[in-house]
């Protein structure tokens, strides 16, 4: 993922957590800020050391970054996101994971159109 797609500055958070909406179901909560202006969306992401290892945080943060990369057509490009992990995720897999993200994406109805 480009670095022009990531949130990393603590003040981006912020604003997305205290601007935004946030959308959860049992493994994610997805936290959308409208953005003006904005010609690609970003996306930061949140994995806890409760969910496991160094190893295990990480390869749940590859399949949210490879689960947006994919859906990348069908979001809106005004919008930061902000992705929380919960517990359940950690013992996901790439499709699970993937089939999750879509569902709050739906419930966000941030998805432009619902092929997938």
């Given at each position: ?15 997305v957590?205290k ?27 949140s ?47 790439f ?22």
């Amino acid at each position: 993922m480009k670095k022009a797609y990531r949130i990393k500055k603590d003040k981006d958070f912020q604003a997305v957590f205290k601007k935004g909406k946030s959308y959860a179901n049992r493994q994610f909560v997805v936290y959308v800020l409208k953005k003006e202006n904005q010609h690609h969306f970003r996306i930061g992401l949140s994995v806890s050391k409760k969910l496991g290892n160094a190893v295990k945080r990480n390869e749940i943060k590859r399949y949210i970054r490879q689960t947006f990369l994919e859906l990348e057509k069908n979001l809106s490009y005004e919008n930061d996101y902000v992705i929380i992990a919960r517990k359940p995720a950690a013992e996901m897999s790439f499709y699970e994971v993937k089939k999750s993200l879509i569902h709050v994406c739906k419930i966000a109805k941030i998805l432009k159109n619902d092929k997938k």
